[in-house]
């Protein structure tokens, strides 16, 4: 009898659900629930087990607020984050590549001018990064948008500092009519996750490290084309090859070039020694569903 319900029961929670139920709802809740089952019956997961899985999402939960998210976490270093960015970008078709989002990124940073510095009365090596925003074509983008966020010479977003006066290390800013940007910044360095919640004891019974290699967050818009959510890696960081969030990708880790000329610091508005990267975002033009969706959701708002 014990083992006609281990078996059964999969079938019975299936067969609750409701016909008349969104149909790709019901697929993905079928497919959830049949893992799911499979997979306690596959560990033998005991009632002890099971209850510190409710107190380990229960503390998930509650570590969750408007500057922290770590359910985003727990799916960037299981790796989740990453698989759903490539079953949703399979061509890139001469595009830039995607990475994750991660889970410090904050609506409403402040728009500054090209040429600008987003991290003004912020420590670190001065940077200057530039580029272009262009279709698949080639074509400049005018006026795309670029929002842009990034740590600290330490290691740590805004949101994870008190008293920083509002949104720190994060700018918007569009390119020209020539689809370039331009912007001041301080060089990006490695820095760890949090791991002061249920992730970090994660990563500690996993042995693994929680080390992200340095890099600047893009996300890069312009109407008519698909957003891209990126990462621009800084060449030679010694945790490209073992991101705890595996976000890597070749075409992303560019060369921070260090510059020593006091004239050269001047004629960008920095101090030397500075660093320089350039990099050109390249959109895929986004097609009329995503694009009636979009609106649709705008609208909405």
């Not at 490209?240 to 595996?246: K, R």
Request: aromatic fraction near 8%.
């Amino acid at each position: 009898m014990q083992n006609e319900l281990e078996t059964k029961l999969t079938d019975a929670v299936i067969a609750r659900l409701s016909p008349d139920a969104d149909p790709r709802f019901r697929r993905i809740m079928q497919s959830l629930i049949r893992h799911l089952h499979d997979f306690v019956r596959e560990v033998e997961l005991t009632e002890e087990e099971w209850f510190e899985a409710i107190k380990f999402l229960t503390a998930t939960g509650q570590k969750c607020d408007d500057k922290r998210q770590e359910f985003i976490l727990m799916s960037d270093v299981l790796g989740v984050s990453m698989l759903v960015d490539a079953i949703n970008h399979r061509r890139s078709g001469g595009t830039t590549e995607t990475t994750v989002l991660g889970p410090f990124f904050v609506h409403g940073a402040p728009e500054i001018k090209n040429g600008d510095d987003m991290a003004a009365g912020w420590k670190g090596e001065p940077t200057y990064v530039s580029g272009r925003v262009l279709s698949t074509e080639g074509k400049p983008l005018a006026g795309a948008l670029l929002d842009l966020w990034q740590s600290n010479s330490e290691g740590s977003y805004d949101v994870q500092l008190a008293d920083t006066g509002g949104k720190q290390l994060r700018a918007k800013l569009r390119a020209d009519a020539e689809g370039h940007f331009r912007l001041r910044t301080i060089l990006p360095t490695s820095y760890p996750v949090p791991t002061d919640g249920p992730m970090g004891l994660v990563l500690d019974r996993m042995g693994r490290h929680p080390m992200r290699p340095a890099h600047l967050h893009f996300m890069v818009s312009a109407p008519g084309y698909e957003t891209v959510v990126t990462h621009l890696f800084v060449k030679g960081d010694p945790y490209l090859e073992s991101d705890v969030v595996f976000g890597v990708k070749d075409s992303l880790i560019v060369d921070f070039k260090r510059n020593d000329s006091a004239s050269e610091a001047q004629k960008l508005g920095l101090k030397a020694p500075f660093y320089s990267a350039s990099y050109d975002f390249v959109l895929r033009p986004a097609d009329k569903a995503k694009q009636h969706a979009a609106r649709a959701a705008s609208d909405a708002v």
